[in-house]
C-alpha cells in the first residue's frame, strides 16, 4: 500500500513542498529512503522506527520505502521525521491517507515519539500559505512563531500519538492560535542615549543614521565612546512594523535562535560580531545555507567594533550586501537569497596605538604608520558608509557633572543629554515624512539611504545655493560618483529632520561635513579626532 504526505524543505527563507511518498509491503524488515537524502535525514528511519514501537506499531515484518521529492532537491535535517511517519502508517493502515497532501507536517521524533522543535517552522508556513495549503502541524515548542502566520490552519502536538488521534478523528490537536504570542520587548534595564556624556557631534550623526538608514563610521580614541553610542543605536529607532517583525522572526527561526517561549521578535537586533568572524559567518554560508550576522541585523544594528581588525577579505565581502540590501549565496546546488538591511555602525581607533592627535602627545606612531593602519579600510567599502565622523576624548567635565531634569543643549555638562525616547520622537517623524512620499509614489524606497539616482534627482536635489555649495565640495574633496549620491542622501534626511520640503546650503553643509575620510584623501593628512570633534 502507499501513501504521501506533505512537508517543507528551506532554501533560505523558501519553502519548497516536498512530497514524502511512502511504499510498504510484506517481507523481511527492511527500510530503504531515496530522493537526495543527507545524514540527517536517512538516520530519520531509526527514530521513526523507535517511535512507531511506542505506539504499537512494529515494522519488523514489512518492506518500507520511502521516496523525497523531488529527487534533485537536497534535504537535510530532521525536520521530516513527523511526515515520515504518518505517511508510513498512513500506508500501513494505521491512519487515513485521505487528505495528507493537504496538511503540512514539521517536526523531529525522539526515540519515545515527542515531537521536538525545529528550524524555519515560521518561512516554512508563510510558504505554504503562499501555495495555498490549508493546514499545518507543528510542534508545541514552535507553537508560538506558528501563532503568528496568517492563511494556515495551524495545529500543534507534543507526541505522535496525538498526531494519530487527531488524524482518526478521535480527538482534535489544540490550534496554534490558542497560544498566546509572546513579544519579546527590550528590558526595563535597557541602555539609553541619555547615559551617554558629551559627544555632541557623535549623538547627531546617530540622529541622522537612525533617521535615514544610513550606516556610520565612527573614528575615535579608545574609551571616547564609539561601542556606548552603537549600543544605543537601537533604541532611537522607530518601533517596528509588523511585516519587519515577521521579516526578522523568520531569519532568526532558519537560523534556529528562537526559543520555545518567544513569538515575533519586537525588539530590533543588535549584533556585534567579534573581528575573528569568517565570510561566512559574517554573510552567510555553511552547509546548509544558514544566515550570516549582516542579515540576523536586517531592520537593525550591526556594528563592527575595531573594524581594522577584521580581515580584508571579510569586511570586503559586506560590499554588495550593503549596497543591494540582499547577500545572494550561489553553490553547486542551490542559490540562496537572505535579505540584508541592516544599519551598519562600524568603530576605529585613529592609529595602532589608539592615541594619534591625542592632547596628551602619548600616540607612538609615525605618521606613516597612521597612514597604513587607515589603508586597511578599502576605498569602494568606505565608499558605501555614508557618515564619517570623529569622536574627541571625553571632557572629565561632562562625565564628573550630576544628571538634572533640564533640557540638554547639547553642550554643556550642567544639563542632561536627551533620552532616547525623546530623540526617538524625531526619528519617527523624519522617517514618516520619507514614508510620505513612498506612499505618495514620488520614491520607490522608504528610506532615504535607499534612494536611487530618479529618486534623488526628484527630492533630493538641493536649491541653488545648496547646489554650490555641494559643486564646490566635489571639486575640492574629488567625490566619487557613490560619494556624492551619498551626500544627497544625507542632506535629504537633515532637510526631513528640519521639516524642510527643500534641501538648503546648511543641509549639503552638514551632509559633507560628516564626511570625515573624504577630506583626509582631499588633504593627504589623516584627520586628528581631537580637533575634529572640538
Known amino acids: 500500500?502507499?501513501?504521501?504526505?506533505?512537508?517543507?524543505?528551506?532554501?533560505?527563507?523558501?519553502?519548497?513542498?516536498?512530497?514524502?511518498?511512502?511504499?510498504?509491503?510484506?517481507?523481511?524488515?527492511?527500510?530503504?529512503?531515496?530522493?537526495?537524502?543527507?545524514?540527517?535525514?536517512?538516520?530519520?528511519?531509526?527514530?521513526?522506527?523507535?517511535?512507531?514501537?511506542q505506539l504499537g506499531v512494529e515494522l519488523d515484518e514489512y518492506v518500507i520505502t520511502v521516496n523525497l521529492a523531488p529527487a534533485d532537491l537536497k534535504k537535510s535535517g530532521g525536520a521530516y521525521d513527523l511526515a515520515i511517519a504518518i505517511a508510513a502508517l498512513a500506508?500501513?493502515?494505521?491512519?487515513?491517507?485521505?487528505?495528507?497532501?493537504?496538511?503540512?507536517l514539521l517536526g523531529e521524533l525522539s526515540l519515545s515519539g515527542a515531537v521536538r522543535p525545529v528550524r524555519g517552522v515560521l518561512p516554512a508556513l508563510r510558504g505554504a500559505a503562499g501555495q495555498g495549503i490549508p493546514r499545518a502541524i507543528v510542534p508545541h515548542g514552535n507553537a508560538r512563531e506558528a501563532a503568528s502566520v496568517a492563511g494556515v490552519d495551524?495545529?500543534?502536538?507534543?507526541?505522535?500519538?496525538?498526531?494519530?488521534?487527531?488524524l482518526r478523528g478521535n480527538k482534535a490537536l489544540p490550534g496554534a492560535g490558542s497560544v498566546a504570542t509572546v513579544v519579546a520587548e527590550p528590558s526595563a534595564a535597557a541602555v539609553d542615549l541619555a547615559e551617554v556624556r558629551g559627544q555632541h557631534g557623535a549623538r547627531r550623526a546617530l540622529e541622522i543614521a537612525a533617521a535615514g538608514g544610513h550606516n556610520l563610521i565612527m573614528l575615535g580614541p579608545p574609551g571616547s565612546g564609539k561601542t556606548m553610542l552603537a549600543r544605543r543605536l537601537p533604541t532611537i529607532m522607530p518601533p517596528m512594523s509588523y511585516e519587519e517583525a515577521l521579516d526578522i522572526t523568520a531569519i532568526h527561526s532558519v537560523a534556529g535562535l528562537l526559543s520555545p517561549d518567544r513569538g515575533l521578535v519586537a525588539a530590533r537586533p543588535f549584533r556585534a560580531p567579534h573581528h575573528?568572524?569568517?565570510?561566512?559567518?559574517?554573510?552567510?554560508?555553511?552547509?546548509?545555507?544558514?544566515?550570516?550576522?549582516?542579515?540576523?541585523?536586517?531592520?537593525?544594528?550591526?556594528?563592527?567594533?575595531?573594524?581594522?581588525?577584521?580581515?580584508?577579505?571579510?569586511?570586503?565581502?559586506?560590499?554588495?550586501?550593503?549596497?543591494?540590501?540582499?547577500?545572494?549565496?550561489?553553490?553547486?546546488?542551490?542559490?540562496?537569497?537572505?535579505?540584508?538591511r541592516p544599519i551598519l555602525v562600524a568603530a576605529i581607533n585613529?592609529?595602532?596605538?589608539?592615541?594619534?592627535?591625542?592632547r596628551g602627545n602619548r600616540c607612538v606612531c609615525s605618521l606613516d604608520r597612521v597612514r597604513a593602519y587607515r589603508a586597511r579600510l578599502s576605498g569602494p567599502l568606505l565608499d558605501r558608509i555614508d557618515l564619517h565622523i570623529a569622536l574627541p576624548p571625553v571632557d572629565v567635565a561632562h562625565l564628573c557633572a550630576p544628571l538634572g531634569a533640564a533640557k540638554d543643549d547639547g553642550r554643556s555638562p550642567l544639563h542632561a543629554p536627551e533620552s532616547s525616547a525623546a530623540v526617538r520622537a524625531r526619528v519617527v517623524e523624519a522617517r514618516a515624512a520619507q514614508r510620505a512620499r513612498f506612499e505618495a509614489g514620488e520614491v520607490a524606497a522608504t528610506h532615504n539611504a535607499e534612494l536611487g539616482p530618479r529618486d534623488l534627482a526628484r527630492v533630493a536635489m538641493p536649491d541653488v545655493s545648496g547646489a554650490r555649495v555641494l559643486a564646490s565640495a566635489v571639486e575640492r574633496l574629488g567625490l566619487s560618483a557613490r560619494a556624492y549620491t551619498k551626500v544627497l542622501r544625507v542632506a535629504r534626511t537633515l532637510a526631513d529632520m528640519d521639516r524642510s520640503a527643500a534641501v538648503r546650503a546648511a543641509h549639503v553643509a552638514e551632509a559633507i561635513g560628516a564626511r570625515l575620510f573624504d577630506r583626509e584623501a582631499a588633504s593627504g593628512t589623516p584627520p586628528v579626532t581631537a580637533a575634529a570633534g572640538a
Open 350 to 358: 585613529p592609529c595602532p596605538c589608539g592615541f594619534y592627535g591625542d
Open 276 to 340: 575573528t568572524v569568517s565570510a561566512a559567518g559574517l554573510v552567510g554560508g555553511g552547509d546548509p545555507i544558514r544566515p550570516g550576522e549582516v542579515s540576523l541585523a536586517h531592520h537593525g544594528c550591526l556594528f563592527l567594533d575595531e573594524l581594522l581588525e577584521f580581515r580584508r577579505g571579510v569586511l570586503e565581502a559586506l560590499r554588495e550586501p550593503l549596497e543591494e540590501g540582499t547577500v545572494a549565496l550561489c553553490r553547486a546546488r542551490a542559490r540562496v537569497v537572505f535579505p540584508a
Open 154 to 166: 495551524v495545529f500543534i502536538a507534543e507526541h505522535l500519538g496525538q498526531v494519530v488521534a487527531h
Open 1 to 53: 500500500m502507499q501513501a504521501t504526505a506533505l512537508t517543507f524543505s528551506l532554501l533560505g527563507l523558501d519553502a519548497h513542498p516536498i512530497r514524502v511518498e511512502v511504499d510498504s509491503g510484506r517481507g523481511p524488515s527492511f527500510f530503504q529512503m531515496v530522493g537526495l537524502a543527507e545524514a540527517s535525514v536517512r538516520e530519520s528511519r531509526v527514530r521513526v522506527r523507535a517511535a512507531l514501537q
Open 91 to 104: 500506508a500501513l493502515g494505521k491512519v487515513p491517507a485521505e487528505g495528507l497532501d493537504q496538511i503540512g
